[in-house]
């Protein structure tokens, strides 16, 4: 079974600085897809950003992008130019692509690291 | 284009007592999925359907939950009778596949407190 690890419960940055949040992820499989995806406070939960395992280019989206490093099966994410409205709760997650598994097209989640935007 | 709509969007329940959800995915979406999330944790996967049939309820306590997607589009979770450990926000999702490949949608959930 695949794992979804957040060390980092609480995390606070200044309006226009840059943050990087941390996940590493357990599993066994070579095919996978790694999502980071923001809560908002009372909000719904929308996708920030994807990358698909076989791809070696880090993905990057406006303001958004990742440190994906699959040998040490680290996903982090890295915002830039952080501002008032990223603050929101934001969770790592995994899906597995190998065919005829269990778990394939199932997000797992991690425990969501809470990001504080100060002005 | 309409999100991911979940009525309601609070509860209030005692435990022993039944309470459903509703859930209404984006239009043309094949896939459909429920999650728990208790509070400080992230989403669990609690059922996924593609269409009307279940392909994953592997982590749904089917003791006392149930669900439906009749006709392949709309979605009721069921809960009869409720714990106290089922406080958590229901949260329903969509994708137009069932790949990783597809974009799930979220709903706003429903917050369920169990007293």
């Known amino acids: 079974a695949q794992t979804v690890t957040q060390s980092q419960p609480e995390m606070s940055v200044q309006e226009a600085e840059t943050v990087t949040l941390s996940c590493t992820y357990d599993t066994s499989e070579n095919n996978y897809y790694l999502f980071w995806y923001k809560q908002p406070p009372s909000r719904q939960m929308i996708l920030v950003i994807r990358q698909e395992a076989y791809k070696q280019q880090n993905a990057t989206e406006n303001r958004f992008s990742v440190n994906f490093q699959k040998a040490a099966k680290s996903f982090s994410l890295k915002i830039s130019d952080s501002q008032l409205g990223d603050t929101a709760m934001y969770f790592c997650a995994f899906c597995s692509l190998g065919a005829g598994g269990t778990s394939y097209g199932k997000l797992t989640f991690g425990q969501g690291t809470i990001l504080t935007v100060h002005p | 284009e309409a999100g991911v709509a979940q009525s309601p969007r609070y509860k209030i329940i005692e435990k022993r007592q039944s309470v459903a959800f509703w859930c209404n995915p984006i239009?043309?979406?094949?896939?459909l999925y429920w999650y728990q999330q208790i509070l400080g944790q992230g989403p669990k996967l609690l059922i996924q359907f593609q269409n009307n049939g279940v392909v994953d309820d592997s982590q749904l306590p089917k003791d006392r939950f149930s669900a439906e997607r009749l006709k392949g589009v709309d979605s009721t979770l069921k809960i009869q009778p409720a714990k106290l450990e089922d406080s958590a926000v229901y949260l329903c999702a969509s994708s137009l596949g069932w790949a990783g490949t597809d974009t799930q949608y979220f709903g706003p959930g429903t917050r369920l407190t169990v007293l």
């Open positions: 239009s043309g979406h094949a896939t």
